[in-house]
T-cell receptor, first 112, second 114 residues
Framework: DAGITQSPRYKITETGRQVTLMCHQTWSHSYMFWYRQDLGHGLRLIYYSAAADITDKGEVPDGYVVSRSKTENFPLTLESATRSQTSVYFC???????????FGPGTRLTVT | AQSVTQLGSHVSVSEGALVLLRCNYSSSVPPYLFWYVQYPNQGLQLLLKYTTGATLVKGINGFEAEFKKSETSFHLTKPSAHMSDAAEYFCAVRDTGANSKLTFGKGITLSVRP
């Protein structure tokens, strides 16, 4: 158990709709991260957060918005979903002084 | 920017055979190095990591990896493959500075033949 939960686990939405993926952690991870996993690309960082109210862009931030008003929650919002955002999304956490990131179970998002 | 190279997308071995999954990174300064495993429909699980000290690190499920600075490599090995090792494996690097971001390789799928 990595202390990271994600919801929903599966989501189908239509092009143009707004969708929010939730990430909740119980281990007091200071850093939190959002990745997308696509065949042939591995995992690519979308956004990350060093603490509450501190967020920064990763490698592929376009089309996504994040917030972190509370340390334990790090939602990812697709403001207007596109088919290219069909992917598996992983949330991860990293504690202060830790080396490795701990991953949630993922959310499989399909945009039709 | 860091980059991680995992050659090939798929490796197939027989049960009981040696597993060798290659990973090379681009940093001129030795970073922190990780191998993660992903079983079907699951998240990523840490196999092992190198931070400092002994260059041969042992992980879970009988895997080990050796950090070779001169070759900028961190190859993953297991002497004898088991059917349960079939999964996707990711190599990742993290700079040793304050930046906590991971850079992942593209992953490699390991198949184990009976």
């Amino acid at each position: 158990d990595a202390g990271i939960t994600q919801s929903p686990r599966y989501k189908i939405t239509e092009t143009g709709r707004q969708v929010t993926l939730m990430c909740h952690q119980t281990w007091s991870h200071s850093y939190m991260f959002w990745y997308r996993q696509d065949l042939g690309h591995g995992l690519r960082l979308i956004y990350y957060s060093a603490a509450a109210d501190i967020t920064d862009k990763g490698e592929v931030p376009d089309g996504y918005v994040v917030s972190r008003s509370k340390t334990e929650n790090f939602p990812l919002t697709l403001e207007s979903a596109t088919r290219s955002q069909t992917s598996v999304y992983f949330c991860a956490g990293l504690g202060v002084g830790s080396y490795e990131q701990y991953f949630g179970p993922g959310t499989r998002l399909t945009v039709t | 920017a860091q980059s991680v190279t995992q050659l090939g997308s798929h490796v197939s071995v027989s049960e009981g055979a040696l597993v060798l999954l290659r990973c090379n990174y681009s940093s001129s300064v030795p970073p922190y190095l990780f191998w993660y495993v992903q079983y079907p429909n699951q998240g990523l699980q840490l196999l092992l990591k190198y931070t400092t000290g002994a260059t041969l690190v042992k992980g879970i499920n009988g895997f080990e990896a050796e950090f070779k600075k001169s070759e900028t490599s961190f190859h993953l090995t297991k002497p004898s493959a088991h059917m349960s090792d079939a999964a996707e494996y990711f190599c990742a690097v993290r700079d040793t500075g304050a930046n906590s971001k991971l850079t992942f390789g593209k992953g490699i799928t390991l198949s184990v033949r009976p």
